[in-house]
């Protein structure tokens, strides 16, 4: 019914940039939040960056002033931008989204992508 797909991961130096971006498609109604998290080995998954409908941001700690999430609607599209990357941010990242379903099975639902792999030199 509803599917994410990430794209923009890769290798890059410490220092460097990367542009990850996440579209939704399939068929709903509509969608709240979405987000990015990231997934180390052997680390739980957690928080990057997640933005509501509306455009209101939170940001883990570590990432502050280095990535930015943001989305446009008319594209059902989130996007990370992350700058002056660190070895530490070495991860799956992965994005999700609170979507509204469509019938048969309406319903409040977050679905996540398959992820993407950031892997940061030093």
């Known amino acids: 019914q509803v599917q994410l797909a990430e794209s923009g991961g890769g290798l890059v130096q410490a220092g460097g940039s990367l542009s990850l971006s996440c579209a939704v498609s399939?068929?709903?109604?509509?969608?709240?939040?979405m987000g990015w998290y990231r997934q180390a080995p052997g680390k739980q998954r957690e928080l990057v960056a997640d933005?509501?409908?509306?455009?209101?941001?939170n940001y883990a700690d570590s990432v502050k002033g280095r990535l930015t999430i943001s989305r446009d609607n008319t594209k059902n599209t989130v996007y990370l931008q992350m700058n002056s990357l660190k070895p530490g941010d070495t991860a799956v990242y992965y994005c999700?989204?609170?979507?509204?379903?469509?019938?048969?099975?309406?319903?409040?639902?977050?679905?996540w992508g398959q992820g993407t792999q950031v892997a940061v030199s030093s």
């Open positions: 999700n989204a609170d979507v509204w379903t469509i019938p048969p099975g309406r319903t409040r639902r977050v679905y």
């Open positions: 933005i509501s409908s509306g455009g209101s941001t």
């Open positions: 399939g068929r709903f109604f509509s969608i709240n939040a």
